[in-house]
């Protein structure tokens, strides 16, 4: 550990996996340290099951759970968008080779107590009970408008300035009624508030050509999800970094991050062992000082041997309760995965309903949720703190990066990633500098 | 990622034999030849001062056994075994392994050992692993018994040879052994088998599955 380098990451989480991946790639001279002996820090899938059971307090799992191993519990639930900022940065540095993915079978929302798939496309929005009969005609054109639009050209816009009008007054434009936007806001735009409503139309449009993108990929829904969990995730951008030259090592405690003249990062000490370097990187939990709360996520995992009822027992799933729906000012999400993603024994399936804390009853904010969900087995209830760092890290050259949200997929994960990525290198990340032919010796 | 066997179709129509494709992966002590021996096996190649292994951790090579075409995918360590830091989705598949010692060393003899411990215990219990020890070329400096490492080999049901990734020596017989004992037939795909899901790849996502990814 005693030596010098470039940069140093703390934290084998998800971002910090990538960043450690992009600067190695970089050409940078990276150490990355755990204080855990497992990869993934937060965003970590939990094997066995037996382990999950004893990190929440709860009695040893019986064999009604069957093999203990054959179960990857993620402690942070999240979906891959199809066409989004992850899986575009999975294939241009090749760690998609290292992973399988399997489309998440169904997308739906929540109305006045009954779920309803998301309709997407015109057949789907005439075929959807989520709207009456001239509710839908209207919500086809809103769909065709978006569908038709490119930011680059004005004539796509159709009398309407989606740069200084914002999404109300495109709402307006087609008629759409408060539900209809409830859904086109919260499950297929992913807002988990309704301020976008006050901004430009054109960063909904965007969204809204995401989902439908990203679902015209793979079909069925937009969402993906990898085999044995989101814990594989980390690991795969770990050997990125190690295969340019990064250096692990996992179960080395940190007792402190160094600083010299003009409060600048010098290194990292682990007992009496120093490392040096230019730059650290790391999550909020190694510089408590250093972050200040934000929030509070809840999230509750529940194991379930039946699939969600009323969703055609999809193997895999997402609910979303739009705010408006049960009187909150966030979403509420539901997702499921299950035995056929090897993340559970056969049979088997796990659920996690996860919002963001309004009250001081959370528990109570997920009932909705928690309702849908049948006969549940097993509960685990866990709230974090949701951390943002207090300054942008140029001055110490100590860049943090933000807590995981409530969002359902990794967007604003990647967003946060190529942000601290520019902070720290002070150029955006260059994808041609993976030297694929190094990589990937296919005959 | 496991046993992705299939029958190829030729575009003439004209059908192949069977091809199955494999995950293997290297373990043992830094600096006893795994990346020599890969490079070896896949490019006929020798480095006398191979760097530690940088930016070569994916590789592929294909056998050709009877009417079977065996495809090797071989995951080298990318230097993560260091400070015990290799994560578990390496040995997640894994059907085959090669654990490697150097025959001049024998604290690295001791470590394989513990690697094949760590096999039994992470990988999959059908996985075919194979012992190499290495440096054979370096014989006349020789601190580990043949005799001890086939009687530790035999033991624990192993393959084992001495191999040198100098002179090519077994190179290619040790891969050969590890092809024929792999099972060929499409259900035998382990207990750690593939979950049947898809790798992603840019320009066709209409590939509906990689049951059959043969490039």
Redesign the interface.
Known sequence: MDEEYDAIVLGTGLKECILSGMLSVSGKKVLHVDRNKYYGGESASICPLEELFSKFGAPAPDESYGRGRDWNVDLIPKFLMANGSLVKLLIHTGVTRYLEFKSVEGSYVYKAGKIAKVPVDQKEALASDLMGLFEKRRFRNFLIYVQDFVEEDPKTWKDFDPVTQNMTALYDKFGLDKNTQDFTGHALALYRNDEYLNHPAVETIKRIKLYSDSLARYGKSPYLYPMYGLGELPQGFARLSAIYGGTYMLDKPIDEIIFGEGGRVTGVRSGNEIAKCKQVYCDPTYVRDRVRKKGQVIRCICLLDHPIPNTKDALSTQIIIPQKQVGRHSDIYVSLVSYTHQVAAKGWFIAMVSTTIETDNPEAEIQSGLALLGPIRQKFVSISDYYEPTDDGVQSQLFISQSYDATTHFETTCLDVLDIFKRGTGEEFDFTKIKHELGDEEQ | ?ANRSGTAQRPNGQTQGKICQFKLVLLGESAVGKSSLVLRF?KGQFHEYQES??????????ICLDDTTVKFEIWDT???E????L????Y?GAQAAIVVYDITNQDTFGRAKTWVKELQRQASPNIVIALAGNKQDLANKRLVEYEEAQTYADENGLLFMETSAKTAMNVNDIFLAIAKKLPKNEQNTGQTG?????????DN?DNKT?MNCC?
């Open positions: 990622m896949v292994t940088i930016g070569a951790a994916f590789l592929t090579q294909t990318a230097g993560q260091r400070y015990h830091s994560a578990p989705m390496y997640r593939s979950g049947q899901g898809r790798r992603l790849t840019e996502p990689v490039k």
